[in-house]
């Protein structure tokens, strides 16, 4: 059974940086894309990034080029969204995506 | 940028057939994931690559595609089944994904 489980998430300040987390079994990891969706309170649903299976194709929804980075480590079976120059916008639940599974999410909240 | 548009509002009652359609452009080359949320909780799988059904899904949930448009069905909808809907596909190149706008489903 897949399991994801994100952390990472909190409260901080525009402009600030954060760096989720998210931590994968249950399928062979190193054969898998993976994607990190979020969703704003009372919003719908947004992909944000996704990562090749060997980490060497990076793409990203248009709001967050530049400032957010994808990254995986196949050893340690996780993925993770560093981000930069955080917005209030930026404000949502993340969620850890592969083959259409989720996790259950972490908060970020960017609020001064 | 890519969309996929997905009519904001679908309302039956309940024991009847609820249509969801989400079209996009790449919908004929890409597969489409249909997702259930219900209010306060994390969204979940109901069908993926177009068509196919989670362990644990009810049989009532089926997916199609034709074309442009994929289409999730909902025989005999229940008042359990009150949603938002979001279909969820990538574009042409299998780089970029997208979420539709999502459907509220109503059953009353």
């Known amino acids: 059974e897949v399991q994801l489980v994100e952390s990472g998430g909190d409260l901080v300040q525009p402009g600030g940086s954060l760096r989720l987390s998210c931590a994968a079994s249950g399928f062979i990891f190193r054969n898998y894309w993976m994607s990190w969706v979020r969703q704003a309170p009372g919003k719908g649903l947004e992909w944000v990034a996704n990562?090749?299976?060997?980490?060497?194709?990076?793409y990203y929804v248009d709001s967050v080029k530049g400032r957010f980075t994808i990254s995986r480590d196949n050893a340690k079976n996780s993925v993770y969204l560093q981000m930069n120059s955080l917005r209030t916008e930026d404000t949502a639940v993340y969620y850890c995506a592969v083959s259409g599974d989720w996790g259950q999410g972490t908060l970020v909240t960017v609020s001064s | 940028s890519y969309e996929l548009t997905q009519p904001p509002s679908v309302s039956v009652s309940p024991g009847q057939t609820a249509r969801i359609t989400c079209s996009g452009d790449?919908?004929?080359?890409?597969?489409a994931y249909w997702y259930q949320q219900k209010s306060g909780q994390a969204p979940v799988k109901v069908i993926y690559e177009d068509t196919k059904r989670p362990s644990g899904i009810p049989e009532r949930f089926s997916g199609s595609s034709s074309g442009t448009m994929a289409i999730l069905t909902i025989y005999g909808a229940q008042v359990e089944d009150e949603a938002d809907y979001y279909c969820?596909?990538?574009?042409?190149?299998?780089?970029?994904?997208?979420f539709g706008g999502g459907t509220k489903l109503t059953v009353l």
């Open positions: 790449a919908l004929p080359k890409r597969y």
């Open positions: 969820y596909s990538s574009d042409s190149s299998g780089n970029v994904w997208v």
């Open positions: 990562i090749k299976d060997d980490g060497t194709e990076k």
